[in-house]
């Protein structure tokens, strides 16, 4: 039984340092300062980054030797988290003083992704204290949340929302077990907040299983789904188009260079569209990144300090 190699993540408070430095980058977005990379032919790259370890600029620092496009189109930062306010008996977005950190100074760790034409997504994992993506106890509740994820998104500048449902630790805090309802009313209320950013699934735990419910299926909703176990092959349980399924995932590191080469050449040979990596640090992989590259796009990796 292969598990999925995560850490856990804590605390945080809101710092105003960067706030002006965050209205002047909210235009970088859409527009203007730098050219982004050449295009490039062959499915999308995905790199999650911890970033209590490392910083999100590594993901900028691959481009493919022919031609110059960036090896990773989609950046996740990981992690924020959904805990539970007892006071309130209501889940809340938190972050923790690293993620807090990347986001107060989205002007030096986030832009400088989004003018190379990287998208920059938050995923959001559970914290152990019983608030999951799939116990909301009402419509209404789901959509508060729903809420919370979109205006951080829209506050720093953010390309979308990445869920993952571990480590939520259902029933804790007289919290309760997973419905079928909530995962639907999150999901749809976020795509109604956000209809242009990207909503992505790790697609682990009770809610991924909850994506239909009183007629509603939010599968088309998302914009990509990947496979969370690490060093292999496992098609996402969710009715979307191969251009958008990760079947493959990779720890940079932690996964062979011919595990993560066959891994991609399978890929392409299936006709997938998405290659999911995960912890990528400030070292340089370009050996190991190299292995993937040269079966996704036909070219080797350079890595840019």
Not at 66 to 89: E, P
Not at 148 to 164: E, M
């Given at each position: 039984?292969?598990?999925?190699?995560?850490?856990?993540?804590?605390t945080?408070?809101?710092a105003?340092?960067a706030?002006?430095a965050?209205?002047?980058?909210?235009?970088?977005t859409?527009?203007?300062?730098?050219?982004?990379?050449?295009?490039?032919q062959?499915?999308?790259?995905?790199?999650?980054?911890?970033?209590?370890?490392?910083s999100?600029?590594?993901?900028?620092?691959?481009?493919?030797?022919?031609?110059?496009?960036?090896?990773?189109?989609?950046?996740?930062?990981f992690?924020?988290?959904?805990?539970?306010?007892?006071?309130?008996?209501?889940?809340?977005?938190?972050?923790?003083?690293?993620?807090?950190?990347?986001?107060?100074?989205?002007?030096?760790?986030?832009?400088?992704?989004?003018?190379?034409?990287?998208?920059?997504v938050?995923s959001?994992?559970?914290?152990?204290q019983?608030?999951?993506?799939?116990?909301?106890?009402?419509?209404?509740?789901?959509?508060?949340?729903?809420?919370?994820?979109?205006?951080?998104?829209?506050k720093?500048?953010?390309d979308g929302?990445?869920?993952?449902?571990?480590?939520?630790?259902?029933?804790?805090?007289?919290?309760?077990?997973?419905?079928?309802?909530s995962?639907?009313?999150?999901?749809?209320?976020?795509?109604?907040?956000?209809?242009?950013?990207?909503?992505s699934l790790?697609?682990i735990g009770?809610?991924?299983?909850?994506?239909?419910?009183?007629?509603?299926?939010?599968?088309?909703?998302?914009?990509?789904?990947?496979?969370?176990?690490y060093?292999?092959?496992?098609?996402?349980?969710?009715?979307?188009?191969?251009?958008?399924?990760?079947?493959?995932?990779?720890?940079?590191?932690?996964?062979?260079?011919?595990?993560?080469?066959?891994?991609?050449?399978?890929?392409?040979?299936?006709?997938?569209?998405?290659?999911?990596?995960y912890?990528?640090?400030?070292a340089?992989?370009?050996?190991?990144?190299?292995?993937?590259?040269?079966?996704?796009?036909?070219?080797d990796?350079?890595?840019?300090?």
């Amino acid at each position: 039984m292969f598990t999925p190699v995560r850490s856990r993540i804590r605390t945080a408070a809101l710092a105003l340092s960067a706030i002006m430095a965050l209205a002047l980058g909210a235009t970088a977005t859409t527009g203007a300062a730098a050219a982004p990379a050449p295009a490039k032919q062959g499915p999308t790259s995905v790199a999650y980054v911890e970033v209590n370890n490392n910083s999100m600029l590594n993901v900028g620092k691959y481009t493919l030797a022919n031609g110059g496009g960036n090896v990773f189109d989609v950046a996740v930062i990981f992690a924020a988290n959904i805990n539970y306010n007892t006071g309130t008996k209501a889940a809340t977005l938190y972050f923790n003083e690293n993620v807090q950190r990347v986001l107060d100074n989205a002007a030096t760790q986030i832009r400088p992704l989004q003018q190379k034409g990287i998208k920059v997504v938050l995923s959001v994992l559970g914290n152990h204290q019983g608030a999951g993506f799939a116990n909301f106890p009402s419509q209404q509740a789901a959509s508060t949340f729903a809420k919370q994820l979109s205006d951080t998104v829209a506050k720093y500048g953010l390309d979308g929302i990445d869920f993952d449902d571990e480590y939520a630790d259902y029933g804790n805090n007289g919290t309760g077990q997973p419905n079928a309802s909530s995962f639907v009313y999150l999901v749809s209320a976020l795509r109604a907040n956000m209809p242009d950013k990207i909503i992505s699934l790790y697609n682990i735990g009770p809610a991924a299983s909850r994506l239909s419910y009183g007629g509603v299926d939010v599968s088309s909703k998302f914009d990509y789904a990947w496979n969370p176990y690490y060093g292999t092959w496992q098609v996402p349980g969710i009715a979307l188009p191969k251009s958008k399924l990760s079947p493959a995932a990779v720890e940079i590191g932690g996964t062979s260079q011919g595990t993560a080469a066959d891994l991609a050449r399978r890929t392409v040979d299936e006709g997938y569209g998405v290659y999911l990596t995960y912890n990528l640090d400030g070292a340089d992989r370009s050996a190991a990144v190299s292995a993937f590259t040269r079966e996704l796009y036909g070219s080797d990796a350079h890595y840019t300090p």
